[in-house]
């Protein structure tokens, strides 16, 4: 996929990693980038190939129109997330299902209404923001990695769908980011930026998946072990009791 070719829309446009996919893609060139959130006025690029877009995932009706507007995309990054904090034993259901509803769901309903705009753009691509959490779950990070395990499968189960329409769908993990989203989290964090670097190359390349960071492909190269040992590590990084 040539980047410079492309007309993109990312979710979760207005800060973190969803703002350094707006800033590294026209770098590269596009023409256009739809930039959506929730509330499109916090958006403020100073480059008028970007085109803000209310879109939140938690509104069907609001992702239909976004659909209808931004019918010309080829590149759909699903970026937009929450993370709630709630433990999935003691914490509000209520917010474990914000979770679910985010992550699975609301990406699911934008590949869903965007899967026949990629298709008559020629195929196009679907990058799906994950994290090393849907392999693993630590501290305080209950409801949040279910859903990103969610997630993952979803993306997986999507790409063999999308095949036969020529759209590639590729899968980003990553540990932490110095991002908003994970301010309360003392440990090491990858630079934001490496994330479009990283995913854009991966898409030059027709890679599926991209793991950014070493965290993450300590994470996946656990998986085929006896998770005990794995989770006693993590306890010892992680400080958990």
Same mark, same amino acid.
């Given at each position: 996929m040539n980047i410079a070719d492309q007309i993109a829309l990312v979710t979760g446009a207005?800060?973190?990693?969803?703002?350094?996919?707006?800033?590294?893609?026209?770098?590269?060139?596009?023409?256009k980038v739809y930039a959506t959130a929730r509330r499109p006025e916090s958006i403020d690029f100073d480059d008028s190939r970007v085109v803000p877009l209310r879109l939140d995932?938690?509104?069907?009706?609001?992702?239909? #129109?976004? &659909?209808?507007?931004?019918?010309?995309? !080829?590149?759909?990054?699903?970026? =937009?997330?929450?993370?709630?904090?709630?433990?999935?034993?003691?914490?509000?259901?209520?917010?474990?299902?914000?979770?679910?509803?985010?992550?699975?769901?609301?990406?699911?309903?934008?590949?869903?209404?965007?899967?026949?705009v990629l298709e008559a753009n020629g195929g196009g691509a679907i990058?799906?923001?994950?994290? #090393?959490? &849907?392999?693993?779950?630590?501290?305080? !990070?209950?409801?949040?990695?279910? =859903?990103?395990?969610?997630?993952?499968n979803m993306t997986n189960g999507v790409r063999l769908e999308l095949a036969a329409q020529g759209t590639l769908?590729?899968?980003?993990?990553?540990?932490?980011?110095?991002?908003?989203?994970?301010?309360?989290?003392d440990g090491p964090k990858i630079d934001p930026r490496d994330v479009p670097r990283l995913s854009l190359d991966g898409l030059d390349a027709g890679s599926i998946e991209v793991i950014v960071?070493?965290?993450?492909?300590?994470v996946k190269g656990s998986l085929a072990g006896d998770p005990a040992p794995f989770y006693e590590r993590m306890t010892e990084l992680l400080g958990a009791s």
């Amino acid at each position: 996929m040539n980047i410079a070719d492309q007309i993109a829309l990312v979710t979760g446009a207005n800060r973190g990693i969803g703002r350094e996919f707006v800033l590294e893609l026209l770098e590269r060139g596009v023409s256009k980038v739809y930039a959506t959130a929730r509330r499109p006025e916090s958006i403020d690029f100073d480059d008028s190939r970007v085109v803000p877009l209310r879109l939140d995932l938690l509104d069907h009706e609001s992702v239909v #129109a976004a &659909s209808a507007i931004a019918h010309d995309v !080829t590149l759909l990054v699903n970026n =937009a997330g929450i993370s709630t904090g709630a433990a999935l034993v003691t914490g509000d259901l209520a917010e474990i299902r914000r979770e679910m509803d985010t992550h699975f769901w609301g990406t699911l309903d934008v590949i869903r209404e965007f899967s026949p705009v990629l298709e008559a753009n020629g195929g196009g691509a679907i990058v799906n923001v994950l994290s #090393a959490l &849907s392999w693993f779950t630590g501290p305080g !990070t209950g409801s949040y990695a279910a =859903a990103k395990a969610a997630e993952w499968n979803m993306t997986n189960g999507v790409r063999l769908e999308l095949a036969a329409q020529g759209t590639l769908v590729q899968g980003v993990l990553l540990g932490a980011a110095d991002t908003d989203i994970a301010a309360g989290y003392d440990g090491p964090k990858i630079d934001p930026r490496d994330v479009p670097r990283l995913s854009l190359d991966g898409l030059d390349a027709g890679s599926i998946e991209v793991i950014v960071d070493d965290w993450t492909a300590m994470v996946k190269g656990s998986l085929a072990g006896d998770p005990a040992p794995f989770y006693e590590r993590m306890t010892e990084l992680l400080g958990a009791s």
